[in-house]
């Protein structure tokens, strides 16, 4: 198509509210509109990109034997209630009445409209193994969007759900979706996506993976190890730490005046940070009963390894002055019993603790926490740290880097068939719950992943599998006859040959301004046709990651960019790489 | 792909609560599931059907220089206040607010997202005209959900969205998208649909056509002329009466005992109902202010024509104690000044109507309107009536048809340009509100009138366009050997050439039990593999639509369907009537 014709309009400012430089660009670039907070419209360019990474996206869904449906977005709240995340669920569900008062929601995510859909079907076990899909859109009231299309609160995904006979079915088909994972990102541009250990959080399910994109533009951390290859994300990282215990001495109660950091308070008891125990107190959502984290004082709480262990949603405690709690001298020894308790794994081991006496102004010295509490259970809750032990070789060799998740896949278990009494049966005329797994990718997201990987300071560098078009030509001088008539003639030869153009041949445009159009549009191959490269007979060829410069004869010129079109197709769908579980 | 994979379970008996074919046989086979009121999930079948749909009015409406583009399900209502809709669309508009109190709405049609799209790209006449679309879901809180996916409340539609800056340009590309829709109806197999006047509701504005399968069970009622061809929507249908005059007799006060009938007042007085004026009375929904409607006795009130008239919702009065009306005796002579009143076209031209004389128990006889009244502004507002006369040519050749619309174009003009100040400068620096067309099409209506239009008692009669598959191969007793492998072989060739097939290879079903299954997925070729015609070295090749059976050599089978398959394709192709508007 012609650039002139091309709904969207593109500027040189960047926009002022933009964290991320692809957030920037795809402004900039008239790919999407702001509609509302995040929420956002696509620009022809935008929904050219999002439209193929569905059609790659359905490719290897088919390939793995998926089978596409559609899912309302609004579904009563009976279905909700029957899995019980109608009320489980916090604000994140939006949750209205139609005209007769019934209440409905907006699908956030589609376990249960998967299992109403397919609960008859799969009420024998030759039907299994199977698994469905959909692309359709998903409303989440993220509290805080943010960073364009990375984190918005509408957004179209692929959300697919498997249901199996046994647990080594889901296993073995769980990794066939790993490794078709894998190869989404890899022909959509991104091979370096890395899958890691994930935490199932509201999913509820038992083995879980997400796939990250290690860019500092993430908002999630993800450890690394250097020396076995071991990938976490930071929620599911399990922390190892060890101490070399010591001689436990008396328990001392002392005077700490003003010391109500763990940092003062080791400073003026002259220990080391190693040796301390440091409180963190939340509340639980529900009662905003208290509940005290410990961890040895060099480390932090993980709040999601937290939550988890208390089974329900907490936020950082408020200390109230009638709370049973001695804010700044909060410790495990002497604590009241109304407050629940959780000792992190990095005070195990150590033999005399600095830690709070539960009284104003004082803090225990060499407090032996299995002497003074006689037994405990110590649980992992703290966030690993960079140079920490890797749970997997045992070297202290991990790292922490920020990643944006592209994709996730779970294991659910009968956590959604035996909440919604979706049963088969078997060979043998028992009934059992199937097992399921669920497999998710944001479209709008990957988008914009893409374009954070792929970019430079002037636009998109967009991989040519989803550019929203292959090849782009520029006419500079569309008045000078010679030239439009070449640019005119590849126009149509390419385009004959199938190839995808936006043909820039505006009258009264600068050369400068069609590039920098050019480099915000991000197509992969560009052509130049000029009055100058005219009289040599030539076209000036060249790619937008600049791997490629040439002028190329007028005559050969279609041919010569069709089989760099072609290379570059080839290129990417050799990046699919399969790393195992 | 084999059938005894595909998700979705057939069975035998009509469901009780289908008032239409299409939605009992497309429960029946297999194609969706009832989620809620006016809500259903599509199972692969249907999502095939579907996708095929959307692919052939993508093609179509890039065709007319169309560019896709997605807006958001969830809006900002000040978007919606911005155009005034936030407050005039009833409880059709689905309203709730978000974690932070802020008003959303769910979008039941795209105008305002549009225009805030666009409203800065098309700031210059150069950018003029362009036409954008969408395939997306929708919400519309209907009253009365009913038939299957003929009146759901979730839905996919495609819209679009044409921008112009002259009447002529409009006029121009809505007779394009005029085409493009008639295209569109002929490729998915119904090209028997029909164009009509349409009144142009809630869009608000000028000229408007619905796309009319003309079907029992439609929902909407569409006057043809057999003389010369003019098609209107009952509601935009005009009501041309020519009434014979008479002589004007002197205006008499009646006693009409128990008469609160026309019928009965007519008998009683003994007059024709074609002398008689008849009052409807309605309320307006906003302040229950009361409407009456006079019409001529034989004549029924047109609800839209009237609420159009009014300008605002209406309903069906409720006559109270206290109103300044007396039921069964309204006429509009004598009537209070409270009440709005409309006398239709039909009442002119009549010297001497029997009418209500406002008071209980009494009718007027020899009441002439305008001698009575002062002077009368009569308005059309009744429905026209079988054997009517045609407001186009003025035969008396009327007929009414039900009619299910499967899609429907509006020239807007510049009502949401200007209440939503999308501006434009013009060549000669003035600045203008552009005019807008916009255009939808429900794909999930349009696929179960596909289906309703083109069934019989065992399933749809898929037109090969946008059939789940191309060829249906049934093999009865796979474990026959020979058999079996000639199937096999079969699939393979065809799949390999490109072929959608769908495979039955399920052992231990009867081949009546195939049948019935292959009637319900409604493949439009169907091949039959058996050990009795593999004795004669022949395959069953049959049509949905009977019009093909017969046996074929099996080494010519697959060059055999292909070429069948092709011939059908093209048929459908062919089936583009352009009309003129």
Same mark, same amino acid.
């Given at each position: 198509m012609k650039l002139k014709n091309l709904v969207g309009q593109r500027f040189k400012e960047r926009p002022?509210?933009?964290?991320i430089d692809s957030h920037a660009l795809m402004l900039r670039g008239g790919y999407m509109k702001y509609v509302g907070s995040g929420i956002y419209s696509e620009f022809p360019a935008l929904r050219r990109v999002t439209a193929k990474i569905e059609a790659i996206i359905r490719a290897e869904m088919d390939a793995i034997d998926g089978q596409e449906v559609l899912f309302p977005v609004v579904m009563p709240a009976e279905l909700w209630q029957e899995s019980g995340r109608y009320d489980s669920i916090a604000r994140e569900l939006v949750r209205f009445q139609d005209r007769s008062r019934s209440k409905l929601v907006l699908g956030m995510t589609h376990e249960e409209a998967a299992v109403q859909l397919v609960r008859e079907y799969g009420q024998s076990y030759q039907q299994y193994p199977f698994m469905i899909y959909q692309i359709q859109r998903k409303f989440r009231d993220e509290a805080r969007p943010r960073a364009g299309m990375i984190r918005v609160r509408e957004f179209t995904m692929k959300d697919a759900y498997s249901f199996h006979t046994s647990q080594a079915d889901l296993d073995q088909y769980y990794q066939r979706c790993y490794d078709a994972y894998h190869r989404i990102f890899g022909r959509v541009g991104i091979p370096e996506v890395v899958a890691v250990a994930a935490d199932a959080g509201m999913m509820g399910g038992d083995l879980s993976h997400e796939y990250m994109l290690l860019n500092d533009a993430g908002e999630d951390s993800i450890v690394l190890c250097a020396a076995c290859g071991y990938r976490a994300n930071m929620e599911a990282a399990a922390n190892i730490v060890e101490n070399d215990g010591g001689e436990a001495e008396p328990l001392e109660c002392v005077e700490t005046p003003d010391c109500t950091t763990i940092d003062a308070v080791c400073r003026f008891l002259q220990?080391?940070? #190693?040796v301390s125990c440091k409180a963190v107190v939340y509340q639980k959502n529900a009662d905003d009963a208290y509940v005290a984290a410990f961890v040895r004082g060099d480390y932090e709480v993980n709040e999601t390894k937290l939550r988890n262990l208390v089974g329900e949603e907490i936020h950082p405690?408020?200390?109230?002055?009638?709370?049973?709690l001695t804010a700044g001298y909060i410790g495990p020894y002497g604590l009241s019993k109304q407050v629940e308790c959780y000792c992190d794994l990095s005070l195990k081991g150590i033999a005399g603790l600095v830690a709070g006496?539960?009284?104003?102004?004082f803090h225990y010295r060499n407090l032996n926490l299995e002497r003074e509490l006689g037994s405990v259970s110590y649980v992992d809750l703290a966030k690993v740290k960079e140079g920490g032990v890797c749970p997997? #070789?045992?070297?202290?060799a991990l790292t922490i880097r920020r990643g944006i998740e592209v994709g996730n896949i779970f294991q659910l278990g009968t956590k959604y068939s035996s909440s919604m009494h979706m049963q088969y049966t078997d060979k043998d005329g028992t009934i059992h719950n199937p097992l399921m797994g669920c497999y998710g990718i944001g479209i709008g997201r990957l988008a914009a992943s893409v374009c954070e990987a792929k970019h430079d300071e002037n636009g998109p560098i967009w991989p040519?599998?989803?550019?929203?078009?292959e090849v782009h030509i520029c006419c500079i001088r569309p008045d000078d006859a010679a030239a439009k008539k070449t640019a005119d003639a590849l126009y149509e030869a390419l385009t004959a040959r199938g190839v995808e153009v936006i043909y820039d041949d505006r009258e009264g445009v600068r050369g400068g301004q069609m590039f920098a159009d050019a480099d915000l549009l991000g197509v992969p191959i560009r052509a130049v046709v000029s009055p100058r490269n005219q009289k040599d007979n030539k076209i000036e060829v060249a790619t937008r990651d600049k791997s490629v410069r040439e002028a190329v004869e007028i005559s050969e010129c279609c041919d010569y960019i069709c089989r760099l079109r072609d290379k570059m197709h080839k290129t990417l769908l050799s990046h699919a790489p399969v790393l195992p579980v």
């Open positions: 002022a509210d933009c964290i220990r080391d940070i #190693c405690a408020e200390i109230t002055a009638d709370a049973p006496a539960n009284k104003e102004g997997c #070789c045992k070297k202290p040519i599998s989803i550019a929203p078009w």
